[in-house]
């Protein structure tokens, strides 16, 4: 299967368990890998049989700026049904959310998780 990157994405917004975190906010950064058949639009060069990359980080934009919500994994849920939902040519997504400064204590560059979804059959 072919696949779809958008890397490196960066947001703002208001996610986490502790209420600093939903009051004060911070950094999120997202990467998206999308699994499709790029043949048709590679062999044609028409955007209506590939997906429009501004239009995945749209979508992750407004999830990650949007409502807030205590887990990564909810977040992460969120970006991979919308993915799926935005384009039929999409058969999978896997979705990494990094938090690059969790209120934890230590010394560390980052906390994250990634789940891959698939449409269903």
């Not at 590939?50 to 992460?76: D, K, M, R």
């Not at 997504?93 to 990094?98: E, F, G, L, P, Y």
Request: with cysteine.
């Amino acid at each position: 299967m072919d696949k779809i990157y958008v890397n490196g994405m960066r947001f703002y917004g208001y996610h986490g368990v502790f209420e600093e975190e939903n009051r004060l906010g911070q950094r999120f950064n997202i990467d998206l890998v999308c699994e499709m058949d790029l043949a048709p639009a590679g062999q044609t060069d028409n955007l209506d049989y590939g997906v429009s990359y501004a239009g995945l980080y749209q979508l992750t934009e407004e999830i990650v700026t949007g409502e807030p919500v205590n887990l990564l994994e909810t977040l992460g849920e969120r970006i991979a049904s919308a993915v799926l939902a935005h384009s039929e040519l999409i058969q999978s997504v896997t979705v990494k959310v990094i938090k690059p400064d969790p209120p934890i204590p230590g010394h560390y560059d980052s906390v994250a998780i990634e789940m891959t979804r698939r449409r269903a059959q």
